[in-house]
């Protein structure tokens, strides 16, 4: 049965302090890995991963993906109030996307 | 955003009910999915579909039905609620299915079954 696990289950930083959240998964027949923040509605995406090694950038966020240990991370740096949401992490295999539990970060101004 | 709608955002209704959920795009793509999302158990797929009339199973099917008789809406069906199926329902989109392209979300169906 495929898996994705995320971890820390939940996260409580400081305004400006960087986090790393992490993500680990056993999918069959492997094709990609998505980050997805998520808020009082929809899940929002903010990056795919396909290939290891090759960081995803976009502001203060990062991503990046290990095929051979099967995990990535999400990193978010200088963290604003902003940041304060779910993040979901789900790996594309078999032609269907399985999500994790997600992490949820709260930011203290 | 994407242009995806779903309705209702909110129903309450009771056991043995039939309930329908709708989900409306104006992008155009092929695939669309509907998940579920509990608290420990992350997004689960319920059905998908890769075109119109074209639909499969997802991993939480049971109990659900779905149709897609136009590109633009694809519609769930609880035939007889159960309490078990008190959750937030979501509709995703995505042109072109397959692992090189990101499903999209809408804003959820909060339903309670009483």
């Known amino acids: 049965e495929d898996k994705v696990v995320q971890s820390p289950l939940s996260l409580v930083v400081h305004e400006g302090d960087t986090v790393t959240l992490n993500c680990s998964y056993e999918?069959?027949?492997?094709?990609?890995l998505l980050w997805y923040k998520q808020e009082k509605k929809a899940p929002t995406f903010l990056f795919m991963l396909?290939?290891?090694?090759i960081e995803k950038k976009s502001g203060r966020l990062s991503s990046i993906l290990d095929k051979k240990e099967l995990f990535s991370i999400l990193n978010i740096t200088a963290t604003q109030t902003g940041d304060s949401a779910i993040y979901l992490c789900?790996?594309?295999?078999?032609?269907?996307?399985?999500f994790g539990t997600g992490t949820r970060l709260t930011i203290i101004p | 955003d994407a242009g995806i709608t779903q309705s209702p955002r909110h129903k309450v209704t009771e056991t043995g009910t039939p309930v329908t959920l709708r989900c409306h795009q104006t992008?155009?793509?092929?695939?669309m999915y509907w998940y579920r999302q509990d608290p420990g158990h992350g997004l689960r797929l319920i059905h998908y579909s890769y075109g119109v009339k074209d639909t499969d199973k997802g991993e939480v099917s049971d109990g659900y039905s779905v149709s897609r008789s136009k590109t633009e809406d694809f519609l769930l069906t609880l035939e007889s609620a159960t309490s078990s199926q008190t959750s937030v329902y979501f509709c995703a989109i995505s042109e072109l299915g397959g692992n090189n392209q990101p499903q999209h979300f809408g804003d959820g169906t909060r339903l309670s079954i009483l």
């Open positions: 992008e155009n793509h092929r695939y």
């Open positions: 396909t290939s290891s090694g």
């Open positions: 789900a790996s594309f295999g078999n032609e269907k996307l399985t």
């Open positions: 999918v069959t027949n492997f094709r990609s």
